[in-house]
């Protein structure tokens, strides 16, 4: 499973990429691999407030329907509308053109809560 | 208790193939992908692994055995060589199962089951046949089934199994030899597509897999697809769409049971059509690419009306549909109803069965 460096990532299979006080986030290849065939993606709206590990979106595949839950606390600042109308992307590229909404960080100190990458993959070993 | 394997799970493994549990067994869900799957059965071929399920062999004459009591279908007017898809009803007519009846001889049949039911089938015909003149035997352990679906599949068959093929009418089978065997080939499937299900002896079923992969038109396809591929068609599922608290009544499928001859259950369904039924199976279609999913509450008029037994994505129609049993009186098709999970609110509309209508089935 490709698991990027310079991310962060959640028990969830969320991943995270900061950049200043924004967290960009999505789910990880391993969760795509998982959920197998996306067909549904629901997105919050715009300015709402998302609470560390609390449920913030849905994913659904051909088998399940799944919680997407907010890797930090904050104001959502962006969503990606490309994978609303086109749900695939998740699959085919999660860290890059599948990537889900932004995050207004207000907690900074929560990615003390997140892994690294090295971390994640040993998670996944331990987890698989 | 542990999961069985199938003759063919290595097979799977090698092909990469995602498994998970099924009826008491480790089945390959999907290899590539459930949607791609999905749409190589509806447009070329696909071959399934379906060890899984349960095949019965019974020497009787219908009548004096009771084996014609035990069934819905009119065994006594089944032409040999034939197939008749059937139930086996319990005293409340609450379906024990679902089966396929193959008229093998005059008085030889074989009954295919489905896994989780396997035990349950079996001790209800032991139970119910007569003891003289009988012989029931479970197959399911030595006998391998493989499924070939797709409107490329005729053509696939007729280069492994002779022209032969080219004679079997829908619900029809015979024997056909295959890497120097016997094996019943029938015109019979779960997809809505032109198929064929084999019959082949365990040891056998790797060497027919990997026959039928050689050919490039044939895909391996697991069972989500062949969820996906029967929902869109309107098929049960047994445990989910049908089960021993449904009778065929409320399932709307009446016209696999034969009023005109005596079975088990009949009584319990006359008396149920005089009184009416409270619940009848629907089908339902989602206003969006969202999925209803088994269990989801169904609300129409902000009552609750019913439940969603079957649910998914259609990769044909680009929706999502559904089934599931609805109040009687709010069953009309175009009738708005609202499914309900926690936070998943969906729309949707009930539809005429089958979703789709466009299969190879009778070609």
Known sequence: MNVPEGLFYTKEHEWVKIDG???????????????????????????????????????????????VYAPLSGKISAVNKQVVANPELVNQSPYDQGWLLVI??????????????????NYLKENL | MENKKTPLFEQHNKL???????????????????????????????????CHMGEFLIQAD??????????????????????????????????????IIYRIEQNKWMLVV???????????????LARNNVKLENVSNSLAKLDLQGPLSRDVLVAIAGEGILKLDYYAFDYFSVLGENIIISRTGYTGELGFELYVNNDKVIELWNLLLENKKVKPAGLGARDTLRLEVGYPLYGQDINQKTTPLEAGLTSFVDMKKDFIG??????????????????????????????????????????????????????????????TQITA???????????IKI?????????????????
């Open chain 1, 104 to 121: 207004e960080l207000t907690e900074e100190s929560q990615l003390a809560n997140l892994m690294d990458a090295e971390t994640y993959k």
């Open chain 1, 21 to 67: 006080n924004l967290a960009k986030m999505g789910i990880s290849d391993h969760a795509q691999h998982e959920l197998g065939d996306i067909t549904f993606v629901e997105l919050p709206a715009l300015h709402v407030q998302c609470k560390q590990f609390k449920q913030i979106a849905i994913i659904e595949s051909v088998k399940a329907a799944s919680d």
């Open chain 2, 62 to 99: 219908a009548l004096s055995s009771n084996l014609d009591k035990i069934l819905t279908q009119n065994l006594v007017g089944m032409p040999l060589k034939t197939c008749r898809y059937g139930f086996m009803l319990n005293d409340n007519a609450g379906i024990i199962d679902d089966v």
């Open chain 2, 266 to 327: 009949k009584t319990a369904i006359e008396k149920k059509q005089k009184q009416g039924l409270e619940k009848k199976l629907c089908c339902f279609q989602t206003e969006s690419r969202r999925a209803p999913r088994h269990d989801y509450e169904i609300f129409a008029n902000n009552q609750k009306i019913g439940i969603v037994t079957s649910g998914s994505y259609s990769p044909s129609l680009g929706c999502g549909i559904g089934m599931g049993y609805l109040e």
């Open chain 2, 333 to 343: 098709i175009g009738t708005e109803i609202i499914l309900l999970l926690e936070n």
């Open chain 2, 114 to 128: 489905n896994a989780a039911t396997q035990a349950a089938d079996f001790e209800h015909l032991r139970k119910n």
């Open chain 2, 16 to 50: 990469g193939a995602k498994c998970a549990p099924f009826g008491g067994w480790l089945m390959p869900i999907q290899y590539e992908g459930i949607i791609n799957e999905h749409q190589w059965t509806r447009n070329n071929c696909a071959v399934f692994d379906i």
């Open chain 2, 347 to 363: 729309n949707a509309k009930v539809v005429k069965r089958p979703f789709y209508q466009k299969g190879s089935l009778r070609a």
